[in-house]
């Protein structure tokens, strides 16, 4: 898979980039995507033989055949879906299993060189079907989520649509790097704020510099009560959350927040947060509270799984046992009736791993195929703000769409195996 993607990176982008160089838009030309078959986003069910019809960056008509003059492309042996949507990532981190790899990439990389690393995971999650993310802060890599967007949107150079976090916020003592010498100035993976008065310069400094979300940290400190609660340490004082929230709902921005465990996340509601990242253990009333008040659930379950194995060989086994409380609150969200986002944590993990793995997370969690697709689609349009434009492949949206060889709804791993990839009408990857 990965060997499979690296060559494929040698050739893919010059077509891309020469498209990119020029600064070459989407002409009004009309372009027929033949789909064998397609997910369209509303129902839960394959339409057979359907052309997509696209104008520009949009989509004109889904239609029985292709209008005349219109350039085809043969998709007629896949599966056709809305580009996808992950809405937690981190494209300035090239994955941090232990606190030593965290470490290292604040300590021994510039965030120049760490740019540069972000513009090439900016097109992996491009060619591996994500048409657009939200990237949940830079990790101590200051705006340059923001100069990645900015390239992208310029045609310099290809990813997806991104909405951004910039810098995060958290508590003095509560984020890495730690652990060093009282003497020893360190960088840290977010801006520290102690106190309302100094929260809120920082959302206005963050959103004055390009951020679309204002990323919390809310918890910190994990470990599993004799009841199988996941307990934490709350970073903020409620003084200090509200304040968060207050001065980026005022900007009009919306506020997400790590939180994944028992006080995080109450005090994350209370406080008014729009989504909740992690949530390895949400209690029943604040399950309740957030799909009355429309608050999204994003769980991230493959990186939790995939990081397991070396944070406890690190010395903190609470990760192995957070897995089988994820996957309670998971189901007691779906039953809730709490709206869950797709998200990955990707970043977390190495880019050369897919993020689409997380798809058979959510089924073994208890998703039916088609479910999890919509929380990559539809849901995470919705998070997003944009579901007006994203999410669906219908007149209308944007031309973001992507195709499978096989059948997603009976095997929803073929979701790892995207070989088409187009954004804004433009094609960025096509293996036929
Ligand atoms: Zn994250």
Known sequence: MIRKLASHLLWIPFAVWSVSFWGQTPTTKVVALRCGSLFDGRGDTLRKNIVVVIEGDKIKDLAPSAPSGA?????????????????????????DITAADYDAQLLKESPEYRTILATVNARRALEYGFTSI????????????????RAINNGVIPGPRMQVATRALDVTGAYPLQGY????????????????????????????????????????????????????????TMDELRAIVDEAHRERHKVASHAMALNGVHNSVEAGVDSIEHGNYIAEEDLKT????????????????????GRAAEGAPVWVKMIQIHEDTFKRAMKAGVKIAFGTDAGGFDWK????????????????????????????????????????????????????????????SEME??????????????EH
């Open 71 to 95: 350039e085809e492309i043969d998709l007629s042996h896949e599966t056709c879906l809305p580009g996808l949507i992950d809405t937690h990532t981190h494209i300035l981190l090239q994955g």
């Open 134 to 149: 939200r990237d949940l802060e830079t990790e101590g890599a200051g705006y340059a989520d923001a100069d990645v967007k």
């Open 181 to 236: 010498a009282p003497a020893i100035t360190v960088p840290h993976g977010v801006q520290i704020v102690d106190g309302a008065d100094s929260a809120r310069q920082a959302v206005r400094e963050q959103i004055s510099h390009g951020a679309d979300w204002i990323k919390v940290y809310s918890d910190r400190s994990y470990r599993v009560r004799e009841d199988g609660v996941l307990d934490d340490i709350p970073t903020f």
């Open 290 to 309: 957030m799909a009355a008040r429309g608050i999204f659930y994003v769980p991230t379950i493959f990186v939790g799984e995939y990081v397991a194995q």
């Open 353 to 412: 791993v897919n993020p689409a793995k997380e798809f058979s997370s959510m089924v073994k969690f208890g998703m039916t195929p088609a479910q999890a697709i919509r929380s990559a689609t539809v849901t995470a349009a919705e998070l997003m703000g944009m579901k007006d434009s994203l999410g669906m492949v219908e007149a209308g949206k944007f031309a973001d769409i992507v195709a499978v060889p096989g059948d997603p709804l009976s095997d929803v």
């Open 417 to 430: 195996k995207v070989d088409f990839v187009m954004k804004g009408g433009v094609v960025y990857r096509h």
